[in-house]
């Protein structure tokens, strides 16, 4: 068996790309979600050679590896389907983003932003996700589909802690608190 256990690059860097061109033996292989996550995993390359890869850390799509007699594994990673709202078309008031964001952020489900786009997983079905979506995004937002890398979603999402900045009576750390003013805007109350 083969054995993939040094972490070289991303094949999108000048030098690793170089490498990837001078180096004879160079495997491809395409790995799930959850297989790119684990430190250990034993797999087949494109070719059908028995590999196993046993690196520390994530791997992502294009990532290059070494294997013990010098040649190169290239990292590919199956694509999943993502939701695509895109909210460029809409003329809606902040206040309907806000409530888009928070009937969203209410299902926690991981998401990126892509300029106008916002991407959801689709981990669930599929048609139950738009009908939700197509409810609460304010008017003019189109749906759509895309097959995304599994990266798309690593460190994209909102913190669902609902952690430390605020205290058990709403409070900042700080003794402060927020309120919506008169002209609409948030501000700050101060110390109470």
Known sequence: MLVAETYVGHRDEAAVADELTATEAVHRVVLTDTERQRSRVRTETADGTDLGIVVARELADGDVLRTEDGGLVVVDLVAIEALVVDLAGTDAPATAAVAFGHAV???????????TAVLFPVADDRERMARFVRAE??????????RVPPTTFDDGGPDHSHGPSLGDDGAHADGSHLRLTEDGTVGDEGER
Do not use: Q
């Open 105 to 115: 952020g209410n299902r926690h489900w991981e998401m990126a932003v892509r300029g």
């Open 137 to 146: 995004a304010p008017d003019g937002a189109t749906l759509d589909d895309e």
